[in-house]
């Protein structure tokens, strides 16, 4: 069967994404790890626990997360009152408040990691081990391209 032409391919791949994106659901899988503990406030933790242990100014988490700054200090807001998170004043610039997890913020990181990997094994239990390697390489690779479609979004928007 001869390969399929490049747009129809990406065209294919641009329909298949917010379905799979819907089926993960994650969100609705970490409710089972903190009840009420949203995707985004995850993703926060997570990228938070990523940052050296000073903690990450809010500009730099906003970036990561691809939010705004407000957007962001919504989020860090939710996760200061629930005892997640913490925000630290910046050693040498008064301006600028550094976040980062609390113990009990970098425990739910880990939790959550270890409940995600064990759903994941129990998925994949029933694929032969070949097409699992293939699976984690192709997984591989996608995570890569999107790292090109970030930089492509932002050469596109600072040319614009």
């Keep these: 069967m001869p390969a399929r032409p490049l747009v129809e391919q990406a065209a294919r791949i641009v329909d298949?994404?917010?379905i799979i994106i819907k089926n993960l659901r994650?969100?609705?899988l970490l409710d089972n790890v903190r009840?009420?503990?949203?995707?985004?406030q995850a993703l926060a933790l997570l990228a938070m626990e990523r940052t050296n242990a000073e903690g990450?100014?809010?500009?730099?988490?906003a970036d990561e997360l691809g939010v705004t700054v407000?957007?962001?200090?919504?989020l860090i807001d939710r996760l200061v009152r629930e005892g997640l998170a913490q925000r630290r004043p910046h050693p040498t610039d008064r301006r600028v408040v550094l976040v980062l997890p609390t113990a009990e913020?970098?425990?739910?990181?880990?939790?959550s990691a270890t409940y995600l990997t064990e759903v994941m094994a129990a998925v994949l239990s029933d694929v032969?081990?070949?097409e699992r390697e293939s699976l984690v390489r192709a997984v591989e690779r996608v995570h890569d391209l999107s790292g090109r479609i970030q930089d492509e979004q932002?050469?596109?928007a600072s040319s614009a």
């Design 70 to 74: 407000p957007t962001t200090t919504g």
């Design 154 to 156: 932002r050469r596109i």
């Design 128 to 130: 032969d081990e070949g």
């Design 16 to 18: 298949l994404l917010p």
């Design 35 to 40: 009840p009420g503990l949203s995707l985004s």
């Design 26 to 28: 994650i969100g609705r």
């Design 56 to 61: 990450a100014p809010m500009r730099e988490l």
């Design 105 to 111: 913020g970098r425990a739910v990181v880990r939790r």
